[in-house]
């Protein structure tokens, strides 16, 4: 039996649950910081364009163009993601809202409005109610 050759270059394998070589732990390392840079960017996107829309008078925007206008409230009281889903729940249920996004972060509810007959002073009271703080942010 005559032995196969093996070239100089040539080397064995990984046995399985070697560590990994210092350049695919590099790449995997960036890929992860990349996802979060990308998660970060678009949260940060959103929060710059929720606090851009500048509120009129009585809190509301987007009146007379066709929809009944967005609220933004400041909320406190919320110690937790799920005061934020309680908040967010107890705006829905409010006849004439049609979108309800909570920010606990930033602690603020973001309300678009399908009626025009929703004032700003309910989506407090509804929000006070649940036991929690709220004014209209201007």
Request: glycine share 14%; proline share 7%.
């Amino acid at each position: 039996m005559v032995p196969t050759p093996v070239s100089p270059d040539a080397s064995p394998p990984p046995a399985p649950g070697s560590p990994r070589s210092a350049g695919t732990r590099l790449a995997f390392l960036l890929l992860v910081v990349g996802l979060i840079a990308v998660i970060g960017f678009v949260t940060w996107q959103g929060t710059l364009r929720a606090r851009g829309n500048a509120a009129g008078a009585d809190g509301m925007t987007g009146a007379g163009n066709g929809e009944a206008g967005t609220v933004t409230l400041a909320v406190d009281g919320m110690s937790c993601v799920g005061c934020a889903g309680a908040v967010e729940t107890t705006l829905e249920e409010v006849p004439g809202v049609a979108e309800v996004t909570v920010d606990y972060e930033h602690r603020l509810a973001r309300i678009r409005l399908s009626d025009q007959g929703v004032r700003p002073a309910q989506l407090v009271a509804a929000i006070e109610e649940a036991g929690y703080k709220a004014r209209v942010e201007r």
